[in-house]
């Protein structure tokens, strides 16, 4: 009797995941920071929206000329004569950076030195994965988390326009200020990255990073409150992302946040250089 052969087709292999991938699990390893920074950002914003109708009836004027409190917030508002200026003191002033710079500076920081201690960056780097490569989608992580970031603090801006009559917020210069601060995500992020290349604790190259910029942020403030530490102010990177000149003011000085751009590739790269020719600890 003959027989006959059934040919089975073989389902053809799944194909690697390409792209993006490092950058993708990057952000989700991030999440915990990242949400914190999204949820701080919309939750500052909407109290503001609360408070501001019975704060902008209370006279502040002597309280807010403090040199102190103009080194504190980084800028000279002398009262609440808007919603914008509102949000300028209490939103985007220097605290913006403190903050959200601080979470980014953490977020790039860890970004290289988690994947070393959960042992994922030698299995990626087993595959044909540069070390060049892993490193830039890394640090293109950090900027969108950045980017996330800046986007839901102008969601919740946005919202506040709903909850308050003639909010009269400009949303030229609100963008404008966003960029600015972008600008100083971009320094931290890159500043993370730098850190990261060589220390091989996620919490202890995130946590130097974080207290590079609370430093930035004392050199700020002793710099606008005193003349004899004046000198410290241009070598803070809070002097060159000012939020409250073109926020409340309209006026930006469009060359200082290059300043910020320019140093956080400066980091960024110098990481790079760091990262490729180290030797990574074995797991």
Known sequence: MATTSISKSIPAPR????????????????????????????????LLAALYPSISNVNLGAYLSSSVISGLIGGHITSFSSFTAFLGLELYSSFYGLLFGGIMAYIGGASLPINIENGTLDLALARPISRTRYYLESWLAALICGAIIGLFTVFAVWLDTLLLKNADINWQWLWITQLVQWAFFFFAAGLGMFLGSFINASRGAGGAAVGIIALGYLMSTFGNISDQFNWLLKISPFYYAPAIGPLVFHQLTWWHPLVLVAAGLVFG???????????????
């Open 15 to 46: 194909k690697r995941a390409r792209g993006l991938t490092i950058t993708i699990n990057s952000i989700i390893n991030a999440k915990t920071p990242l949400a914190m920074g999204c949820f701080y950002g919309v939750l500052i914003a909407l």
């Open 269 to 283: 790269i110098a990481g790079l250089v760091i990262f490729n020719r180290r030797d990574l600890p074995a797991v």
